[in-house]
């Protein structure tokens, strides 16, 4: 009798063990990433006002923190004074230009073009980053800015130089028109700046941390918030390369967590290409056992996930 009670017992343990690993079959570890927006100034400058607390909830357009404005708004002051004087000096002008005066045309093109050089360095050099998402939308706006000021200054050289060689009333006239209109760029590029020392965002989401208080310097492109956009939220997972072929881009994946009472449904978004974790010589029977391969899914409905949260994957 012991011994039947004994192999019935191995039995029914059998049974139980084969029927848990039927259960935890094609389920992977993985954990839940957040993708960040990380909020910036274009430029640097003493910290002066934060309209946001960890936790809130933003929308697009609002105002996160503010940034000293003093210099800015000097700089503005300054370029609309000059714009002032450029039209009451095109108002004024009756006589047409002495070679004296076209040299110094000349001196002022070439240093147009300089700028426009190194705006045009500028602007190629940020400008992909901004595409791609690794640079900030201001910093983008910002080259922007100013490699229009410099084409307009280039601009408004040459014209200037072209209707001072005419000569007369009217060509001086025409030049310092197109001075004035080299201003008014400048206003505006100052404007643009005062205006960035609010710095808004540009997405809806939730501020998740603060990186800078008030009464702090800030360095330019030096994140204040981290704001987190809605559908911001992945899990990522690693499938042995021998399962792989269950997954594809667009399958449906359900998510557990630790103490959830149901599954979250999301929708597989990224396969690596490339393993982690490879042998460092050759693929063996044993050593492709060891092979992993990174999926990414999107949840459909990400409640109660957090940042860094473990999760379990169940295969399609």
Same mark, same amino acid.
């Given at each position: 009798?012991?011994?039947?009670?004994?192999?019935?017992?191995?039995?029914?343990?059998?049974?139980?063990?084969?029927?848990?690993?039927?259960?935890?079959?094609?389920?992977?570890?993985?954990?839940?990433?957040?993708?960040?927006?990380?909020?910036?100034?274009?430029?640097?400058?003493?910290?002066?006002?934060?309209?946001?607390?960890?936790?809130?909830?933003?929308?697009?357009?609002?105002?996160?923190?503010?940034?000293?404005?003093?210099?800015?708004?000097?700089?503005?002051?300054?370029?609309?004074?000059?714009?002032?004087?450029?039209?009451?000096?095109?108002?004024?002008?009756?006589?047409?230009?002495?070679?004296?005066?076209?040299?110094?045309?000349?001196?002022?093109?070439?240093?147009?073009r300089v700028r426009l050089v190194a705006a045009k360095s500028e602007y190629d050099r940020w400008m992909p980053l901004v595409?791609?998402?690794?640079?900030?939308? =201001?910093? @983008? *706006?910002? $080259?922007?800015?100013?490699?229009?000021? &410099?084409? +307009?200054?280039?601009? %408004?050289?040459?014209?200037? #130089?072209?209707?001072?060689?005419?000569?007369?009333?009217?060509?001086?006239?025409?030049?310092?028109?197109?001075?004035?209109?080299?201003?008014?760029?400048?206003?505006?590029?100052?404007?643009?700046?005062?205006?960035?020392?609010?710095?808004?965002?540009?997405?809806?989401?939730?501020?998740?941390?603060?990186?800078?208080?008030?009464?702090?310097?800030?360095?330019?492109?030096?994140?204040?918030?981290?704001?987190?956009?809605?559908?911001?939220?992945?899990?990522?997972?690693?499938?042995?390369?021998?399962?792989?072929?269950?997954? =594809?881009? @667009? *399958?449906? $994946?359900?998510?557990?967590?630790?103490? &959830?009472? +149901?599954?979250?449904? %999301?929708?597989?978004?990224? #396969?690596?290409?490339?393993?982690?974790?490879?042998?460092?010589?050759?693929?063996?029977?044993?050593?492709?056992?060891?092979?992993?391969?990174?999926?990414?899914?999107?949840?459909?409905?990400?409640?109660?996930?957090?940042?860094?949260?473990?999760?379990?994957?169940?295969?399609?």
């Amino acid at each position: 009798m012991n011994i039947e009670f004994r192999m019935i017992v191995v039995a029914l343990v059998a049974l139980l063990l084969g029927a848990c690993a039927d259960a935890l079959d094609g389920d992977y570890v993985g954990y839940v990433e957040a993708e960040y927006v990380y909020v910036a100034g274009p430029q640097p400058g003493w910290l002066v006002g934060l309209s946001v607390r960890e936790g809130d909830s933003v929308s697009a357009g609002d105002v996160l923190f503010e940034l000293d404005k003093t210099q800015q708004t000097a700089q503005l002051d300054a370029a609309i004074a000059r714009a002032r004087e450029a039209g009451a000096m095109a108002d004024d002008i009756s006589t047409g230009a002495r070679p004296e005066e076209v040299e110094e045309l000349n001196a002022q093109l070439e240093e147009a073009r300089v700028r426009l050089v190194a705006a045009k360095s500028e602007y190629d050099r940020w400008m992909p980053l901004v595409r791609e998402g690794n640079a900030s939308q =201001s910093r @983008g *706006d910002e $080259v922007q800015a100013n490699y229009r000021a &410099a084409q +307009a200054r280039v601009s %408004a050289a040459n014209d200037a #130089i072209t209707v001072a060689k005419l000569g007369g009333r009217e060509g001086r006239r025409s030049a310092a028109g197109a001075a004035a209109d080299a201003t008014l760029a400048a206003v505006a590029e100052a404007r643009w700046r005062l205006e960035q020392r609010a710095v808004k965002a540009e997405v809806a989401g939730t501020i998740e941390a603060i990186y800078h208080r008030k009464g702090e310097f800030v360095g330019a492109a030096s994140p204040v918030v981290a704001l987190l956009p809605p559908g911001a939220l992945k899990v990522r997972f690693f499938v042995p390369q021998a399962e792989l072929s269950y997954f =594809s881009v @667009g *399958d449906n $994946v359900l998510i557990r967590t630790d103490g &959830a009472d +149901a599954p979250i449904e %999301a929708t597989v978004s990224f #396969i690596a290409q490339e393993a982690e974790f490879t042998p460092p010589v050759i693929y063996s029977a044993a050593s492709r056992d060891k092979l992993v391969f990174l999926v990414e899914a999107r949840p459909l409905e990400p409640t109660g996930l957090k940042p860094g949260l473990p999760v379990d994957v169940a295969a399609p």
